[in-house]
């Protein structure tokens, strides 16, 4: 049993100056006090530690104080404690003040002010807190009758990127090339070029393995991949964001046109590799790590069903190079499997407590998890290389 004398609870009524261990006493017991539904003690607690010579400690103290005000129903008073947190050097309070500081102005009818407040929080914001940001920016500048500005906001929060998605400009891209290699004089010569030759990746020229994307054989094909790529890229890029999405698409796209390389020597054009990726990533992704998106759960729950019909149709009907959409989807399982969507939420994180400012978990991933996924699916590229080469040059 440890019979060491315990120190004294803090009186907040002392006067004096106070110990940074006071003060950080103080600060603690305040929160506690505010937890426990007693916010006229909490306000005392925080109150007596305002002025003390750290910034940051201070800036907490005034957080904690409005906090406390404000559950006292004295608005004004909530007000004006945030606001003077922003008069202090830059601290860890401060981009919560900002928040606070935004809410308050929306709650009095200020949305200018609104709006100025929570774009100078978005700009202290962690990556996680962006997106509620984003949103709730979408429905201030909304009001003040900036759609344009509105649909910029809430594309952001649905982690859909920029206006112009990725998608959206390589579908632009793919069918700029396709229709040029099918209808223009010169299209023999983009072909030629851009098309998996399996002899000449053979030789070296590895592109191949992904500017076969953006070639088709028919109208009807490039039609028929581009829809579908429109309809679950957004998805993933939503899931996962713009730059992973084109890692993923590349990734499976070389996963697609490795099969292909292995499995025959006729050459091949289309994205099928690579939109067969994304079918797979989404598939498994959907029911490994369970994403919470409502916009997307009818249609990801018949990806597997779709991912069989066109399976099977690559067997029956000639022409169709199954071995790039199975390379592709497996390609695409591997890294679903591996890396759960860390812009939306998931089913793990939906029942953790959110944070101190309301802000939802989201999935956290070791940052080496990306590299060393993308580096086993290069290993498997490689190696498909090294088994299909003996083969083509013979």
């Not at 100078?120 to 962006?130: C, F, G, H, N």
Request: with cysteine; aromatic share 8%; glycine share 8%.
């Amino acid at each position: 049993m440890d019979d060491a004398p315990r120190p004294a609870p803090l009186d907040p009524a002392r006067t004096g100056r106070l110990s940074r261990a006071e003060a950080v006493a103080l600060l603690e017991s305040g929160d506690a006090a505010l937890q426990s539904g007693d916010f006229s003690d909490a306000a005392i607690r925080f109150s007596r530690v305002i002025g003390f010579d750290d910034p940051a400690i201070t800036g907490a103290a005034l957080l904690g104080l409005g906090e406390a005000r404000y559950r006292l129903d004295d608005e004004e008073a909530a007000r004006s404690a945030w606001e003077h947190v922003l008069q202090l050097p830059e601290s860890p309070a401060t981009y919560r003040a900002w928040r606070n500081v935004a809410a308050a102005r929306v709650r009095t009818g200020d949305l200018v002010g609104a709006i100025a407040a929570y774009r100078e929080a978005d700009k202290r914001a962690p990556e996680e807190d962006k997106p509620e940001i984003a949103n709730r920016l979408g429905w201030l500048v909304k009001e003040t009758g900036d759609p344009k500005a509105a649909r910029r906001y809430f594309a952001k929060g649905r982690g859909d990127g920029p206006l112009i998605s990725v998608v959206t400009i390589l579908i632009a891209a793919t069918v700029i090339v396709s229709l040029t290699a099918l209808l223009s004089s010169e299209g023999s010569v983009l072909l030629e070029t851009l098309w998996l030759d399996k002899a000449k990746v053979a030789a070296g020229e590895y592109w191949r393995l992904f500017t076969v994307t953006l070639l088709h054989g028919s109208l009807i094909h490039l039609a028929l991949n581009m829809y579908a790529l429109w309809i679950i890229g957004p998805i993933v890029e939503r899931w996962y964001g713009p730059i992973r999405f084109m890692l993923f698409y590349l990734a499976c796209a070389a996963g697609g046109s490795v099969a292909s390389f292995i499995a025959s020597d006729v050459p091949a054009v289309g994205a099928s590799g690579a939109i067969f990726g994304l079918f797979g990533l989404l598939l498994v992704s959907s029911r490994l790590h369970n994403p919470v998106d409502r916009q997307s759960r009818m249609l990801v729950s018949q990806l597997g069903m779709l991912i069989i019909i066109n399976i099977v149709f690559g067997f029956v009907i000639p022409n169709i190079d199954n071995a790039a959409h199975i390379g592709g989807l497996v390609t695409g399982a591997f890294l679903g499997l591996v890396l759960p969507p860390t812009r939306v939420q998931t089913m793990a994180t939906l029942w953790q407590r959110a944070d101190a400012s309301g802000t939802a978990h989201r999935a956290s991933v070791p940052a080496f998890i990306l590299p060393v996924a993308l580096l086993v699916v290069v290993v498997v590229v490689v190696a498909g290389l090294v088994i299909g080469t003996p083969m083509r040059i013979a």
